[in-house]
């Protein structure tokens, strides 16, 4: 789901910003003008959650380890009312297929509820499998969440369609235990094995923060990440270079990590001391575990370890310096893991070479988007270097906004 705009920073400013920062009055509005002309009625409310680029720590979540995102100022508007006769109905206006009608009662991960409508089905069969008493909706949805680009487009989705649900039905459920419904809808119905950090970010972020999580108990901490202050833009470079994590790739990954940790007899990789990586990594390949395993290893070990040391920066207020750990971050991802792409890559090395203090691909990989850390006077120079180099390159020509440390799941009526 997406809505396309033409997007380029200028004195500071992007059409994407913009529009995703179209005053909640009037996103209400029309979500709630279009609820009604699907469904006769006006909505019982209307609630948001953003998408969420990551600082650093990827592939780290499903491995127990240590994540930092923040939210996108881009967000799923989600239009609500309950029903009472086990039907849920639900509409996207940036799909074509108009309105899907499901009955709850024969909701299961086969029951051939594919495409963007799985999302939101799956919210609901979490829900009732958790024995939350959800007896059908009305859902119509639209989004700025720009789909495929690694910004958790599908995580706002579900999130912000468990919000709706647990206040409609007097569910009461906190933003976390919001994010582990979401996590279970994506993993066990859709059929996407991911970690709990895109639900968490778009449940839990704030405002002004990057959110430093535990995903192993998901203990959690609002890091102050005041760029403007510090004359500092984060830029998000989206490739146009599409993934799709059901592929079969990201489960290889998640497959690969977990043998090691078995091999090494760890319960999750995040139990790797990071001081005695070197010795696992002899260890792994004595034992004659494959050479995808040992690199698998040595980039999560060492991404937990950037995260850890991303945050004494944020706390010791030296955010320029994480440039160098966001760049480290890139190199691990491409050479170890090898989920990077040639537009992700050339949107980090022109980025830098423009003069960014720090680039790095960020979510799933294989297409999607990088995030740039630029000081903001260098804002111009380096869009237009990225745009140079990849129209050089015969590229699709990037998408570049800024990402301004936003709101997790709200309310909007």
Not at 233 to 253: N, P
Request: some cysteine.
């Amino acid at each position: 789901m997406e809505l396309h705009t033409e997007e380029r920073v200028t004195n500071g400013e992007t059409a994407a910003t913009a529009a995703a920062a179209t005053p909640a009055t009037a996103a209400v509005q029309t979500a709630a003008e279009e609820f009604g002309r699907l469904y006769g009625a006006e909505p019982e409310g209307v609630w948001a959650a953003p998408g969420r680029v990551n600082l650093i720590g990827e592939y780290t979540d499903f491995n127990d380890g240590f994540v930092m995102p923040l939210a996108l100022p881009h967000t799923t508007v989600a239009a609500v009312s309950r029903r009472t006769d086990g039907v849920l109905r639900v509409h996207s206006a940036d799909a074509p297929d108009g309105v899907v009608r499901l009955d709850i009662a024969g909701l299961t991960p086969s029951s051939g509820s594919g495409g963007w409508a799985a999302y939101p089905a799956g919210v609901v069969w979490a829900l009732r499998e958790a024995g939350h008493a959800v007896t059908g909706a009305d859902i119509h949805v639209t989004s700025t969440v720009p789909t495929g680009a690694g910004l958790s487009s599908s995580a706002a989705l579900e999130v912000a369609t468990a919000k709706a649900l647990s206040d409609l039905f007097g569910l009461g459920l906190p933003e976390a235990e919001l994010a582990v419904i979401a996590q279970r809808a994506e993993n066990d119905f859709v059929g996407v094995p991911c970690g709990i950090m895109d639900q968490m970010a778009s449940a839990c972020c704030q405002e002004g923060h990057a959110l430093y999580l535990d995903a192993r108990d998901l203990t959690q901490r609002q890091v102050p990440f005041d760029l403007v202050s510090r004359g500092l833009r984060l830029l998000v470079v989206d490739t146009q270079v599409k993934h799709a994590l059901g592929d079969g790739a990201y489960a290889e990954r998640r497959a690969g990590c977990e043998a090691g940790a078995r091999a090494l007899g760890l319960r999750a990789l995040r139990d790797q001391p990071y001081e005695q990586l070197p010795d696992a990594l002899a260890r792994l390949e004595a034992a004659g575990q494959p050479e995808n395993v040992v690199r698998y290893v040595r980039h999560v070990v060492s991404d937990d370890a950037r995260v850890e040391r991303a945050i004494a920066l944020l706390d010791a207020g030296d955010i320029r310096a994480t440039g160098r750990i966001l760049l480290d971050g890139h190199v691990s991802l491409r050479d170890d893991l090898r989920v990077s792409c040639p537009e992700l890559d050339l949107a980090v090395s022109s980025a830098v070479a423009a003069g960014a203090l720090g680039a790095r691909m960020t979510g799933g990989g294989f297409g999607g988007s990088a995030v740039v850390l630029i000081e903001e006077a260098d804002a111009t120079q380096v869009t237009k270097a990225v745009e140079a180099a990849f129209a050089e390159a015969s590229f699709t020509a990037p998408r570049i906004f800024e990402a301004t440390p936003s709101q997790g799941v709200h309310r909007l009526r």
